[in-house]
């Protein structure tokens, strides 16, 4: 089993950008929790402050090399079509995650253009949604 986690701009400077938004513990922090919670499932990791990179990530996932996506888009949430329509072509489980509430915060942060691509959305459990995210994407791959 093998779950892809993409990572959008921004979120490699988690524990030091508005650590009461975003949580004290760092990207790395998260990565090694979920790897800790799930030691039979191989992570892929990838954070990318560049839209094409990541969606070069989606389009290579298309050959079967990974099981499920995990990802927090960032900014590109609201405002990358191109990251949608990248998501559009990839049939295997997406769950996009957020550390904050999307909904409790800025008007323009609400809308998520990238979520419209994905199986579902968790938002507003800090890293917890991560975790929420790979059992989710668990449970989708059990039901097919």
Do not use: C
């Not at 039979?40 to 290579?60: M, P, R, T």
């Not at 253009?113 to 994407?137: D, Q, R």
Request: hydrophobic share 40%.
């Amino acid at each position: 089993m093998k779950i892809l986690v993409l990572n959008g701009p921004n979120l490699n400077m988690l524990g030091k950008r508005d650590p009461e938004v975003y949580g004290s513990e760092t990207l790395t922090d998260i990565e090694e929790n979920l790897q800790g919670e799930y030691p039979n499932v191989d992570f892929e990791f990838l954070q990318s402050n560049h839209e094409g990179e990541l969606i070069d990530a989606i389009q290579k996932a298309r050959d079967g090399s990974v099981d499920a996506l995990i990802a927090n888009w960032g900014g590109f949430t609201h405002s990358s079509v191109a990251i949608h329509d990248a998501l559009e072509l990839l049939e295997i489980p997406k769950v996009e995650v957020h550390l904050s509430n999307i909904h409790a915060r800025e008007e323009f942060r609400e809308r998520s253009i990238t979520g419209k691509a994905m199986n579902g959305i968790i938002t507003g459990f800090g890293s917890i949604s991560y975790t929420l995210g790979v059992e989710a994407a668990l449970k989708i791959l059990a039901n097919r």
